[in-house]
């Protein structure tokens, strides 16, 4: 059975893809590492890649786990990236995400508040049902405020400006917290939003299959 690594969003964890049939492959969900002061995506990512076997492997990343996969897929041209409502590039991230390194308000908002902020950030995520919205709960009550302000910072200041030829990208036309008319996608999922692990689950699910063993 083909062995799958999966990276989840800004700091979610592995509960993020509870959703998916992953019946056909062997998943490995890969932990956050602690970033260093200095990290940026590129060097962090090569960290992380550090857990991945083989010359061949299969990444799937999603949201900020799928811009960490870009990175690591420019490293290692022989493995295959799919990315998840994410970015390929500093360009496919909205020019109002962008604008906010000039003003970096983030900084200095308390852990506490970080969490607030998440937990009624339902409309940008796309969590509009109770179960989702509950999952949106746990995730940020469970999250670390300092790693959330690292790889938002991280994100901000990311200048990577090429696709690699070994990434396959997914994306949902109602993701607002990543829009798609910003980026270009090779499998458009109908009205999936960021969070569309969760209610396109069933469709994704069929489509992983089918690029993963292709």
Not at 112 to 123: A, R
Not at 145 to 172: C, D, M, R, Y
Not at 184 to 207: Q, R
Request: charged share 20%; glycine share 8%.
């Amino acid at each position: 059975m083909q062995k799958v690594y999966f990276i989840s969003g800004l700091g979610a964890d592995k509960r993020i893809f509870d959703f998916l049939d992953l019946r056909f492959c062997e998943p490995v969900f890969l932990n956050w590492l602690t970033p260093g002061n200095d990290d940026t995506l590129p060097s962090y990512a090569k960290k992380m890649a550090e857990n991945i076997k083989g010359s061949n492997a299969i990444i799937v990343g999603l949201s900020f786990g799928g811009m960490l996969a870009t990175e690591m897929a420019k490293q290692h041209p022989g493995w295959k990236v799919i990315l998840i409502a994410s970015a390929k590039t500093k360009h496919e991230v909205p020019w109002f995400w962008r604008a906010a390194r000039y003003l970096p308000v983030y900084k200095w908002i308390p852990g506490k508040w970080m969490k607030v902020i998440g937990k009624n950030s339902n409309y940008i995520f796309g969590a509009f049902e109770t179960s989702q919205k509950k999952i949106i709960s746990q995730i940020i009550t469970d999250t670390d405020p300092q790693f959330s302000k690292w790889a938002i910072g991280s994100i901000l200041h990311w200048q990577n400006e090429t696709k690699p030829a070994n990434v396959l990208h997914l994306h949902g036309t109602a993701d607002k917290l990543l829009p798609l008319k910003y980026l270009k996608a090779d499998h458009v999922i109908d009205g999936g939003t960021h969070l569309m692990l969760i209610d396109k689950a069933p469709e994704i699910s069929v489509l992983l299959r089918r690029l993963i063993e292709t």
